[in-house]
């Protein structure tokens, strides 16, 4: 791996990290494409994966300082004074939605931890995983647009609310899901406007995306061959685009539906099948 392409997969991951379009399924792509990933380790890819979104990490870590720093301040304040008194109750809309974003990443960690070495071995490397999963994910999202209300802000997101969008966090492992992609359609599904949705997405994201990223760098050794220096630079453009990203999408949001990403992954899935079926890219 050149400079190049470590800035080349560092704009990808920060762009695809935020599209629900997969980080994780462009990123392999890519890695087959420039005979980056080692069929005998390609737990070494994973690792590069996971360690490189930590700049998205910092993007939205960044980008939601505010909020962040409101739901910590409130938390800290309601557990020491018990909700001013009146327990749970008491508590402030800020500190219920960082209780509501700890409790959806439970079912990621779970399944997570279970999974893993499948998670890291080859069968999530595979293309027609990745190209079935864009393809399934894709017409989950327009089923959702179709019967989604469209109403409710994120203030209303509730606990079922988290556990759902948590469940679908966790079935992104699969490469091709799409993090953000699952979590948006669940939002979706719940009757979340767009907006609501991809914002609850992102923060949703944090402890996730940080635990992922700071259990793959204990074995960071993996990524040796790859380069140290070459992730170190991915990882800071991944940060940069990123920022941009999810300001872009925010916005997009507002006035536009998700159909554009529908059909890009569904028209990706099709031509990756193609392809592999035709023997010019490998399985």
């Not at 960044?62 to 800290?76: G, Q, V």
């Not at 453009?237 to 992954?265: E, H, P």
């Not at 899935?269 to 399985?283: D, P, R």
Request: charged letters at 10%; a positive charge.
């Amino acid at each position: 791996m050149n400079i190049l392409v470590a800035v080349l997969l560092g704009i990808i991951q920060g762009i695809t990290e935020f599209l629900p379009i997969s980080s994780t399924a462009h990123l392999t792509l890519s890695g087959k494409i420039f005979g980056l990933i080692d069929a005998s380790h390609p737990e070494a890819w994973t690792e590069f994966i996971a360690v490189m979104q930590l700049g998205t990490l910092g993007a939205v870590l960044l980008f939601f300082r505010k909020d962040i720093i409101a739901m910590i301040t409130a938390l800290l304040h309601d557990v020491m004074s018990r909700g001013e008194g009146r327990g749970f109750a008491g508590y402030s809309a800020h500190s219920r939605m960082a209780l509501l974003i700890a409790l959806g990443t439970i079912p990621v960690a779970i399944i997570g931890l279970a999974f893993r070495h499948t998670i890291e071995g080859t069968l999530t490397k595979t293309t027609f995983v990745i190209a079935g999963s864009l393809i399934l994910l894709a017409l989950l999202l327009w089923i959702a647009e179709k019967v989604a209300k469209h109403t409710r802000s994120i203030e209303k997101v509730g606990w079922r609310d988290a556990l759902v969008i948590g469940f679908a966090q966790a079935l992104a492992l699969i490469p091709g899901s799409s993090r953000s992609g699952a979590t948006i359609t669940a939002g979706l599904f719940l009757g979340l406007s767009r907006e609501a949705a991809a914002r609850f997405s992102f923060l949703l994201s944090i402890p996730a995306v940080f635990a992922s990223g700071i259990y793959e760098m204990s074995k960071i050794h993996g990524v040796t061959g790859l380069g140290i220096g070459n992730l170190a630079i991915a990882t800071v453009v991944s940060g940069i685009a990123g920022y941009a990203c999810i300001a872009w999408l925010l916005r997009y949001l507002m006035k536009n539906t998700t159909m554009v990403f529908v059909w890009y992954r569904i028209i990706l899935g099709v031509v990756l099948t193609i392809l592999v079926l035709n023997g010019f890219f490998l399985a």
